[in-house]
């Protein structure tokens, strides 16, 4: 048993010394990863996102009149060069809000692109974007 013990492992660190002279090949330009090892941000980070969101939305007036609130989600791609693209609503709240969620994350300036193994990398981000009313 001790012995069959012993094959194992040797067996595995061969496998895993192997493993470890492989080269790490490039990702394929299509490639759109959703973890990485250095993930896509806007530039300035998360508070400089929130700031950029404050000073851009326009709270659609019909939206406003009718009381209407709540996240919406969307989701986009943050390509290699910072720009965002497939920019789409997952959840909404209605279509005045869903529309200026779009319209802003478009405006958005290019963003730090992802990164895998020190390669730009395209990366799907998730985001929700609240609109609240302030009560008078």
Known sequence: MKKY??????????????????PISAPSD???????????SFPGGIKEFTNYLAGNIVYPPGAKMANQQGKVFLTFIVE??????R?????????????????????S???L??????????????VPIS???SKP
């Open 5 to 22: 013990l012993i094959a194992s492992v040797l067996v595995l660190l061969v496998v895993f010394a192997k493993a470890q002279n492989t």
């Open 30 to 40: 299509t490639a759109i990863f959703s973890v990485t090892q250095i993930t896509a």
């Open 80 to 85: 290699k060069d910072g720009s965002l693209s």
């Open 87 to 107: 920019i789409r609503v997952l959840r909404g709240v209605s279509p005045d809000i869903d529309a200026e969620a779009v319209r802003v994350i478009q405006a």
């Open 109 to 111: 300036p290019k963003w």
């Open 113 to 126: 692109c992802a990164q895998q193994n020190g390669v730009p990398v395209r990366q799907q981000y998730t």
């Open 131 to 133: 609109f609240m009313l």
